[in-house]
Nanobody, 127 residues
């Protein structure tokens, strides 16, 4: 059973970079055909896929966020990290890490398409 846990600051100032880490237990970030995603939910926009890093290190980002997004991984700590730059109050949301196994690359934008989820962490962008 894979378990995911998000961590990071709950408050970020406008124009700064949001950084969140997802720690994986019960599985390996290099497990074959697994995709490790960041997703957010806000009252105004609903569920929004941000991007993923695959078991082989390949990344894929939402076109609407790609210019500000970076996802990296730490193999020694079995973690992956989201960095979202130049944040605005529009980036205020509950942020989740999630994963699934798939034969072909995504993206996957529906909640039911993911097998495992973290509990989520609230991030507020405010001065």
């Amino acid at each position: 059973q894979v378990q995911l846990q998000e961590s990071g600051p709950g408050l970020v100032k406008p124009s700064q970079t949001l950084s969140l880490t997802c720690t994986i237990s019960g599985g390996s970030i290099t497990a074959n055909l697994y995709y490790w995603s960041w997703i957010r939910r806000s009252p105004g926009k609903g569920l929004e896929w941000i991007g993923y890093i695959a078991w082989n290190g390949m990344t894929n980002y939402s076109p609407s966020l790609e210019s500000r997004t970076s996802i990296s991984r730490d193999l020694s700590n079995n973690q992956f990290t989201l960095r979202l730059s130049s944040v605005t109050p529009e980036d205020t949301a509950m942020y989740y890490c999630a994963c699934r196994r798939a034969i072909a690359p995504g993206p996957w934008t529906q909640e039911k398409e993911y097998t495992y989820w973290g509990q989520g962490t609230q991030v507020t962008v405010s001065a």
